[in-house]
């Protein structure tokens, strides 16, 4: 059980995430959704303790984990693997490499540097490539393969870790409708194989109905929602999203995937659905 009480972070005067208090029971799939702003970056980094908290604590069995330091807060970050918008691989190492890396705060500094992996730390990862579909490009620079690929890359390196939670930032912000469904049906195939908590933080909302048994709603930097999915109702949306800064009602491209692809268009959208990609006019 992962618990959050009253956890607070503030940077000077903007309070980015308010007393929030949560638990998290092992082998959930949460999403986080919220508008732009809303603290979900900040309250997943906090768990992993790239960001330190203002206030409150956070526990795992137990544990209080805001507070380590040294060896232990390097184990802890060992256990809560992130994957991240923007993928951080290292774009002229090959994809093997990228995911060996996994195993970084497992290893001496000399073998890091010099790039010394036991034999069944290599098959372990190229199994865990195939696992995610993309073992042949195994050989390849990182910044060879496409969005979606090095995301599945970048899985497989948090993989590695042998983590007990997975924390996602917009994991699928970047990826074209595919992509993104390869790039979520690959957490939930581990969140349900492997019982590892999946935390995500999305930007769209019908990805958060498809894919999560939560999901949480934060708005300045406070919980305003935290349910099913079939429980998030049009009101509860509302306190999510709120009205536009002009006064606006919340929009779909607000809260689903939208798509306006190069030479198409921008009145198609493309909207992810549990069968595929469907277009829609707009
Ligand atoms: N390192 C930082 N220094 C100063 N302010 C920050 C920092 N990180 C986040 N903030 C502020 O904290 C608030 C919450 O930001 P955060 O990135 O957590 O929101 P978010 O919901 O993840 O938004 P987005 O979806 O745009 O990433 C924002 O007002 C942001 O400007």
Redesign the pocket.
């Known amino acids: 059980m992962l618990e959050l009480t009253d956890v607070t972070r503030r940077?000077?005067a903007?309070t980015?995430?308010d007393s929030v208090t949560l638990s998290i029971p092992e082998g959930q799939m949460v999403g986080i959704i919220?508008?732009?702003?809303?603290?979900?970056?900040?309250?997943l980094r906090m768990i992993n303790r790239l960001?330190g908290v203002s206030g409150g604590v956070i526990s795992h069995h137990g544990r209080p984990v805001s507070t380590l330091t040294g060896r232990e807060l390097r184990s802890w970050q060992r256990d809560c693997a992130m994957i991240f918008q923007q993928f951080n691989l290292v774009p002229r190492l090959d994809v093997v490499s990228n995911v060996l890396h996994g195993t970084l705060n497992m290893r001496s500094t000399f073998a890091t540097m010099f790039n010394l992996f036991p034999r069944e730390d290599i098959l372990r990862a190229i199994s865990i490539l195939e696992r995610l579909g993309v073992a042949e490009n195994a050989p390849k620079r990182a910044e060879a393969l496409s969005g979606g690929q090095q995301q599945r890359v970048a899985i497989a390196r948090a993989l590695m870790q042998s983590p007990k939670l997975i924390l996602a930032d917009?994991p699928i912000a970047s990826l074209d409708p595919l992509n993104a469904q390869i790039v979520m049906d690959a957490l939930k195939d581990i969140n349900e194989q492997e019982g590892i908590t999946v935390v995500t933080?999305l930007?769209t909302l019908d990805t958060a109905r498809n894919y999560c048994e939560r999901i949480i709603g934060?708005a300045a930097?406070k919980v305003v929602f935290d349910g099913r999915p079939e429980e998030l109702t049009t009101e509860a949306v509302r306190a999510i999203y709120g009205a536009g800064a002009d006064g606006e009602e919340i929009s779909e491209s607000m809260t689903s995937t939208s798509l306006h692809a190069r030479g198409r268009p921008a009145d198609v959208k493309a909207k992810l659905t549990p069968s595929g990609v469907a277009l829609e006019s707009i």
Do not use: D
């Open positions: 940077f000077g903007n980015a995430v919220g508008r732009s702003g809303a603290g979900k970056s900040t309250l960001t917009e933080n930007h934060m930097g």
